[in-house]
């Protein structure tokens, strides 16, 4: 497997609470998560899922929420076909902002090189998440 992290943050002037209702809030995630619709539950063992892509072009990404400690850090564990991996949601007060930081820890399949993996990680993987987070800002 190839491994590869992605971490995006964004400071917002809103209370960690305000910025953890609209993040953990699965269907709204598609209100700022480009190309991404989502449903599933609250809590440790709740159940995520999220279609991404645009059309007929993309996959569906099933999740377990593995920690829930609101407002402030929720991890899921992805368990679907396309991706496995872990994704976390961290939420922290900075001053008069709150800090929303998104990291994606991610295993592709064997047959994505390092090269690539490590690419599509710094670069299209690194602009959705930042677009998205800034969409997030917009919204709060």
Do not use: K, N
């Not at 964004?10 to 449903?39: H, I, N, Y």
């Not at 063992?45 to 007929?56: E, M, Q, S, W």
């Not at 709150?98 to 064997?110: G, K």
Request: with cysteine.
């Amino acid at each position: 497997m190839t491994e590869v992290e992605i971490t995006s943050r964004v400071l917002v002037p809103a209370e960690p609470a305000e910025l953890w209702r609209l993040a953990m809030d699965w269907p709204r995630q598609g209100d700022w998560m480009l190309a991404t619709r989502a449903s599933g539950g609250q809590g440790v063992g709740a159940t995520v899922t999220a279609r991404t892509g645009l059309g007929p072009v993309g996959f569906t990404d099933t999740m377990v929420i593995t920690e829930w400690y609101p407002p402030h850090r929720c991890v899921v564990r992805h368990t679907g076909r396309m991706v496995r991996g872990t994704g976390v949601f961290e939420v922290a007060s900075r001053g008069p902002m709150s800090e929303f930081a998104w990291t994606e820890r991610l295993r592709l399949p064997s047959p994505v090189p390092q090269r690539l993996a490590r690419w599509l990680a710094g670069g299209p993987g690194r602009w959705v998440m930042g677009t998205s987070l800034r969409r997030f800002r917009r919204l709060v």
